[in-house]
């Protein structure tokens, strides 16, 4: 075993991986932490939070990489729903941070 210790939109995560896959976990980290880089409208937003949209655009990428073609465009929601979708995930943030600090 092998730990790796990646540098991510300002933080610095270690991981665990096989002997032999640190350059290849080394290119991922880079790559998340190119993606993130992409967005500049997330200041002030928690790491948690940044991490999210990164992963959603990679996943994105991904969809079309594998000819599933664009993403479909996000549906319109109203200021309601949009406050409750906010409020969910600042309770997600919440939860993820009690679990974080409890590890």
């Known amino acids: 075993m092998s ?3 990646l540098d991510i939109a300002g933080r610095r995560y270690t991981i665990a991986c096989a002997e032999g896959e640190e350059a290849h976990i080394e290119m991922l980290g880079a790559s998340i932490h190119d993606k993130l880089t992409q967005l500049d409208n997330l200041h002030g937003q928690s790491p948690e939070r940044v991490l999210l949209y990164g992963a959603l655009l ?7 990489t594998k000819g599933n073609g664009p993403a479909a465009p996000a549906p319109a929601v109203s200021g309601e729903q949009a ?4 409020d969910l995930a600042d309770n997600l943030e919440a939860i993820a ?3 974080e600090n409890a590890a």
């Open 3 to 5: 730990n790796v210790t």
């Open 58 to 64: 990679l996943a994105d990428e991904l969809h079309e």
């Open 83 to 86: 406050r409750v979708l906010e």
């Open 97 to 99: 941070a009690q679990l």
